[in-house]
Structures are given as structure tokens and as C-alpha cells.
């Protein structure tokens, strides 16, 4: 059994469409397991979701190749059983 890193993410977007188009990349994302909450309100993007040992990088990685300075993406992930906590991208 898996530890369980806990993922909140928030993203602004240009648009509506772009916006409800990264929630449902996420939600069919293979590194995003257990959504706790996701939904797009405007051009704003809110998820909270587990994920497997380590935060969805992949996921990151790949919004950010996807869509790049389109959106602006504050993720903060925390898994406490390896004492884990930060911030991806903190370099956008």
C-alpha cells in the first residue's frame, strides 16, 4: 500500500474553456488518484487529490509543456509519512 502524498493545486487560466479544459487534463490524469475536490470557477482552476508516494510532477510537467505561461500554477503538496512538504515549480 502506497503513502498517500496530498496535492492542492490552484490555476488561473486566459480563459473558461482553457480553464475547464486543465481541470478535466487533471482529472484524467494518471498520476491523480483520490480527487477530494476539482472544479473550475471562471478562468480559475481548484483541485485537492492524492497521489501516489510523491507529488504528480508528471502532471505539473506536463500542464506546464501543454499550456506554459498561459496559466499560472500554485502547487503545494504534503506527504507527512516521509516528511515531505513543498511547493512544485517554484521557479515559474
Known amino acids: ?13 486566459e480563459t473558461e474553456e482553457m480553464a475547464e479544459e486543465v481541470l478535466e487534463f487533471l482529472k484524467d490524469h494518471e498520476q491523480v488518484c483520490e480527487i477530494y475536490e476539482g472544479y473550475a470557477d471562471g478562468i480559475y482552476v481548484y483541485m485537492e487529490f492524492d497521489s501516489r508516494w510523491a507529488p504528480a510532477e508528471d502532471a505539473w510537467n506536463e500542464l506546464w509543456e501543454k499550456w506554459g505561461t498561459d496559466i499560472v500554477i500554485s502547487w503545494f503538496y504534503d506527504e507527512p509519512g516521509m516528511q515531505l512538504a513543498g511547493y512544485l515549480g517554484d521557479a515559474q
Not at 500500500?1 to 487560466?13: A, G, K, L
Open 1 to 13: 500500500m502506497p503513502n498517500w502524498c496530498y496535492n492542492r493545486v490552484s490555476i488561473s487560466c
